[in-house]
């Protein structure tokens, strides 16, 4: 009896694993078909400098438009990275907001920032500081009109490789953040050794800020360190009012958030760029 319902355990653990792994194949079948078909669409989400109300810039988003509905990264972006096409799904990211940023400098006149998230694989990849090279070189992009934001996890992963790398994508102008900040493992030894301009704070602390004690302990902290580190710091996930001026009594620099904004189709960010009072970016 044992065996027999060992038997049947492993019948249906294979076919379970069987309908995974072709759900799985299925849906990197059809990721692979959306890069071709050219379904990946960039959604911008603009950060507001607290000092002034100012727009800095914008946080680049991807989504994927399947038929009638937008996926969410959430949804494939573990599944790119898994698979390898976040590396080829990654520098189409980055060649989008470098055509978008000249389009927007030349329809508006000014100068503005563009966030783009680098997943681990596409920071290790061998080809990623090659790409950003002949991509700048063939652009007239402004280097310091695109920050990359990676996670903790990247940079201590493999941390003396990844502050030679910082290093040189820094020396060639460009800004570095790093996202989600406080969800990760930094070592604060090696903290202030990588060459990071700004640091996001983590939207699951600012969620509960204005309830939970410790939490707008940890939030106004985590400011002190990135101050005293020399870097800028925004808050992510900021969708009350409550909370801005909370951040901003805190001396925050800058929020990002359904509060000032929810991510916006190119469209409306060029709408929203044109209707802001102020840009104290560039
Ligand atoms: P993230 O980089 O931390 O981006 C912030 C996420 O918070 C975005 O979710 C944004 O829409 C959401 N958000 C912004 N303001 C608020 C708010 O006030 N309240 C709440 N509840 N959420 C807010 P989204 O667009 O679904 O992206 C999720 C994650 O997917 C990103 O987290 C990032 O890790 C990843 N991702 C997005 N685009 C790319 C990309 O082009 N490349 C890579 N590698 N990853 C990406
Ligand atoms: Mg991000
Ligand atoms: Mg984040
Ligand atoms: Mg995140």
Redesign the pocket.
Known sequence: AARQAGGDTLVHYSESLNAQAGLRLDLEAQLRRAVERQELELHYQPQQSLSDGGLIGF?A?IRWRRGEELVSPAHFIPLAEESGLIVSIGEWVLEEVCRQLSQWQADSGRRLVV?V?ISPRQFAAPGFLAHIEALLASTHIDPSSIEL?ITEGVMMENAESAIVLLQRLRALGLRL?I??FGTGYSSLAYLSRFPIDKL?IDQSFVRNMGTVKQQSAIVQATIGLGHSLGMTVIA?GVETEAQRALLHSWQCDEIQGYHYSRPLPARAALNFLQGSVQLRAA
């Open positions: 946080e988003l966030a998230n934001e953040s996202d989600d996001k992510e």
